[in-house]
C-alpha cells in the first residue's frame, strides 16, 4: 500500500507564493514519474506539472514559467513551489503516483488565491 499526504496549501494573494509538499510511504517502486494535479471547483482534474519516466520535467501551458516541481528522493518527497498565484490557480491539489497500472492519490490540499 502507498500513501501520499500533502500539505503546504493555504489562502495567498494575487502575486503570493506558496510551496505545497507530498511525503510518500508504502510500498513504493519508483518516484520517477510522480507529479502534482488540481482540481478547480466544478472542473476535471487537470496536470500542472510532473517528472516523467525518461526524466524530463513537464508542465502544462497554464502553470509554466510560475510552477517549479522539485523531489527529494531519499527522503522520498516531492514539491511544487507556485510563485505569482493568480485567482485561476484556486483548486484542491493533488499528489499522484503512478504504480502497477493504477494510480494512488493524496487527500488533497486546498490552494486558494483571493484579495
Known amino acids: 500500500q502507498v500513501q501520499l499526504v500533502e500539505s503546504g496549501g493555504g489562502l495567498v494573494q494575487p502575486g503570493g507564493s506558496l510551496r505545497l509538499s507530498c511525503e510518500a510511504s508504502?510500498?513504493?517502486?519508483?518516484?520517477?514519474?510522480m507529479g502534482w494535479y488540481r482540481q478547480a471547483p466544478g472542473k476535471q482534474r487537470e496536470l500542472a506539472a510532473t517528472?516523467?519516466?525518461?526524466?524530463?520535467?513537464y508542465y502544462s501551458d497554464s502553470v509554466k514559467g510560475r510552477f517549479t516541481i522539485s523531489r527529494d528522493i531519499p527522503k522520498k518527497m516531492i514539491y511544487l513551489q507556485m510563485n505569482n498565484l493568480k485567482p485561476e490557480d484556486t483548486a484542491v491539489y493533488y499528489c499522484?503516483?503512478?504504480?502497477?497500472?493504477?494510480?494512488?492519490w493524496g487527500q488533497g490540499t486546498q490552494v486558494t488565491v483571493s484579495s
Open positions: 508504502g510500498r513504493i517502486v519508483s518516484m520517477y514519474d
Open positions: 517528472f516523467t519516466s525518461d526524466g524530463d520535467i
Open positions: 499522484n503516483l503512478p504504480q502497477n497500472g493504477g494510480n494512488f
